[in-house]
């Protein structure tokens, strides 16, 4: 979503840093991701659609690369994310 806060989700710009990070033989551990989404309209399943769709487009690039080999969430909920308190 252009609304995030920390700047737009870069699948492009991430596998190219991937890709040069597995280059000099280095693992890459995605630890920290989240999707903003209390700038969408609050419609439940369309907001659910909306996520899905952009951890799809960032997720299908990036966990293609060989180098990375881990992808970590923290908390099973929005509820517990630190976009509550941004």
Known sequence: D????????????????ARSLGDLGLSV???ELD????????????????VAEAYEEFLTPVLAEQAV???????????????NTY
């Open 2 to 17: 252009d609304n995030q806060p920390m700047g737009d989700l870069d699948p492009a710009g991430t596998v190219a840093l």
């Open 35 to 50: 999707v903003f989404e209390q700038r969408l309209p609050d419609d439940g399943r369309s907001v659910d659609e909306r």
């Open 69 to 83: 080999t881990e992808l970590i969430f923290w908390g099973m909920g929005d509820k517990t994310s630190w976009y």
């Open 29 to 31: 551990l995605l630890t």
